[in-house]
């Protein structure tokens, strides 16, 4: 799975990392790979990592994506980044859920690490501080673009569903 994140990631920029919790999780990997700094803080602390990498890329944005949603729709990041105007965010809205693990988020290290200095630990409680803009997602008919793989079962499910004739790791 973190094979096709990665190539997702690719058609959408040069700039690319991998946020861990742990070392050794994406040891196959050429990528820079980011390790959590504070432990047992979830994906929070992933964006804290990925905040850091960008800052030193001077870089002012950071497309986050979960490597366990293999459907992520290819127009992502355009059209995020077409919403994203003044606001800290721009998280796209599928089937009724904010989807703040596949989101556009402006840097802003020093607004996250008070945040998490005051036991903030939440992704969707940092997007509402930072006045996130919502992308109303439409459904395609081809099932959950955001959908999250979290057991074998949705796993086994997902890789028939990629290897249907014209499907990638994104969807069209």
């Not at 796209?92 to 630990?121: K, T, Y």
Request: net charge negative; with cysteine.
């Amino acid at each position: 799975m973190l094979e096709r994140a990665i190539d997702a990631a690719k058609t959408w920029g040069e700039t690319i990392a991998i946020a861990v919790g742990e070392p050794g999780q994406a040891a196959n990997s050429n990528l820079p790979v980011l390790l959590d700094n504070a432990k047992n803080l979830g994906p929070i602390s992933a964006l804290a990592s990925a905040f850091r990498f960008a800052s030193q890329q001077n870089s002012s944005h950071v497309l986050l994506v979960s490597c366990d949603m293999p459907f992520l729709p290819r127009d992502l990041l355009p059209r995020l980044a077409a919403a994203i105007g003044d606001k800290g965010a721009a998280l796209p809205v599928a089937e009724g859920h904010l989807q703040a693990m596949a989101g556009l988020w402006r840097v802003a290290p020093d607004e996250l690490s008070v945040f998490i200095a005051q036991g903030g630990r939440s992704l969707l409680r940092f997007a509402e501080v930072q006045e996130a803009t919502e992308i109303q997602w439409p459904a395609d008919g081809s099932g959950n673009a955001f959908e999250d793989i979290d057991d074998l079962a949705q796993l086994r499910d997902a890789e028939a569903r990629l290897s249907l004739p014209g499907q990638t790791a994104c969807s069209p």
